[in-house]
T-cell receptor, first 113, second 112 residues
Framework: EDKVVQSPLSLVVHEGDTVTLNCSYEVTNFRSLLWYKQEKKAPTFLFMLTSSGIEKKSGRLSSILDKKELSSILNITATQTGDSAIYLCAVDKTTDSWGKLQFGAGTQVVVTP | KAGVTQTPRYLIKTRGQQVTLSCSPISGHRSVSWYQQTPGQGLQFLFEYFSETQRNKGNFPGRFSGRQFSNSRSEMNVSTLELGDSALYLC???????????FGQGTRLTVV
């Protein structure tokens, strides 16, 4: 059975701290891994990773995929209160129709002033 | 361009009733997927429609159904509502394979 596991499930940090979120997956026919941020309702897209070892960056956020370890990390540096959200990891498979994503449980991040 | 639009935003229904939710994808996107999000189960895939055909279905009972129209708008229907169907229902559209899915704001369904 395919699995997508995120850790930790929740964490609280102070503004300015660095946060590292983990996503591990056990899926057959892996195609890509995606990160989303969910603040209230609509998850918003952060990164899509298909190749191992290539870091993607956007401002203070970055992510990298390790296909050998079947995992990915999402880093947030110099955290701000606006980074408080649920961060979702999802996997896309080559054998599935391209509209289907399998999500992990998410990591709830709270950034305190 | 306009994003994914879901209506209504909130619904309260009684057990045993049925409900229909609507999703209008981003213009030009033909893939529309539906997800159920609950605190205990997270985001779970319900089904995907592409060019009016269901091409993938998650592990949900037959009470959950959907359809897609020629303009790519999609509806999902839940019949004989149960308390456990209370959830945030999210719709996502996608324009091409190997691209990200764009999500709507969701419909918050409460079954009492």
């Amino acid at each position: 059975e395919d699995k997508v596991v995120q850790s930790p499930l929740s964490l609280v940090v102070h503004e300015g701290d660095t946060v590292t979120l983990n996503c591990s997956y056990e899926v057959t026919n892996f195609r890509s891994l995606l990160w989303y941020k969910q603040e209230k309702k609509a998850p918003t897209f952060l990164f899509m990773l298909t190749s191992s070892g290539i870091e993607k960056k956007s401002g203070r956020l970055s992510s990298i995929l390790d296909k050998k370890e079947l995992s990915s990390i999402l880093n947030i540096t110099a955290t701000q209160t606006g980074d408080s959200a649920i961060y979702l990891c999802a996997v896309d498979k080559t054998t599935d129709s391209w509209g289907k994503l399998q999500f992990g449980a998410g990591t709830q991040v709270v950034v305190t002033p | 361009k306009a994003g994914v639009t879901q209506t209504p935003r909130y619904l309260i229904k009684t057990r045993g009733q049925q409900v229909t939710l609507s999703c209008s994808p981003i213009s030009g996107h033909r893939s529309v997927s539906w997800y159920q999000q609950t605190p205990g189960q997270g985001l779970q895939f319900l089904f995907e429609y592409f060019s009016e055909t269901q091409r993938n279905k998650g592990n949900f009972p037959g009470r959950f159904s959907g359809r897609q129209f020629s303009n790519s708008r999609s509806e999902m229907n839940v019949s004989t509502l149960e308390l456990g169907d209370s959830a945030l229902y999210l719709c996502a559209s996608k324009g091409q394979p190997n691209t990200e899915a764009f999500f709507g704001q969701g419909t918050r369904l409460t079954v009492v």
